[in-house]
């Protein structure tokens, strides 16, 4: 039974083009994240979403909004898509926003903007 | 400003050999500090944890690591290693609302 999950798990398309990505977590957690892992495998936090409410935002360009429907879904949509935004992108939970708490990541999205 | 350095980017041991991966943190008061591992393909899964307390701390799969605030640092450690350990390994550390993650380490397995 998949803690977090991700649709899709590998996504090409081409430049200039408006994509999703959707994060579903069944752990009751208030807390969810965005991560960027480029090609060097560094993860770099883009969004946190606590109780559906943006709590962090990474200055991340405005061609990413995330979208939380409700605590249990964090979607992320990329309008304009560059060349840059290949990388995978990974969703993550928390029961809450704190440092402290550990993490649970979903197996991520490999994006190619060709 | 918080951070986290892993010094080695890849490192490569024998099979049964021990293993020891490096971090160094930068942070203003107590961190919180998490070892992650992520298998190839697959997303970051919690190897071990210090919040406070007890400053040796033992994980899964028979990792630990110890805290030293002396020297800013929370290595990880394998008195084994086995052929699926091979992976790739962050150390983060947490507080506030944010973790920061390293670069990453690589751990190569040779038979």
């Known amino acids: 039974d998949t803690a977090v999950s991700q649709t899709p798990k590998y996504l090409v398309t081409q430049m200039g083009n408006d994509k999703s990505i959707k994060c579903e977590q069944n752990?009751?957690?208030?807390?969810m994240y965005w991560y960027k892992q480029d090609s060097k495998k560094f993860l770099k936090i883009m969004f946190s979403y606590n109780n559906k409410e943006l709590i962090i935002n990474e200055t991340v360009p405005n061609r990413f909004s995330p979208k939380s429907p409700d605590k249990a879904h964090l979607n992320l949509h990329i309008n304009s898509l560059e060349l840059g935004d290949s990388a995978v992108y990974f969703c993550?939970?928390?029961?809450?926003?704190?440092?402290?708490?550990?993490?649970?990541f979903g197996p991520g999205t490999r994006l190619t903007v060709l | 400003a918080q951070s986290v350095t892993q010094p080695d980017i890849h490192i490569t041991v024998s099979e049964g050999a021990s293993l020891e991966l490096r971090c160094n943190y930068s942070y203003g008061a107590t961190p919180y500090l998490f070892w992650y591992v992520q298998s190839p393909g697959q997303g970051l899964q919690l190897l071990l944890k210090y919040l406070s307390g007890d400053t040796l701390v033992q994980g899964i799969k028979g990792f630990e690591a110890e805290f030293k605030r002396s020297q800013s640092s929370f290595n990880l450690r394998k008195p084994s290693v086995h052929w699926s350990d091979a992976a790739e390994y962050f150390c983060?550390?947490?507080?506030?609302?944010?973790?920061?993650f390293g670069a990453g380490t690589r751990l190569f397995v040779k038979a």
């Open positions: 983060a550390v947490g507080g506030g609302f944010k973790t920061i």
């Open positions: 993550a939970s928390s029961q809450a926003p704190s440092g402290g708490n550990e993490q649970f």
């Open positions: 752990l009751g957690h208030d807390t």
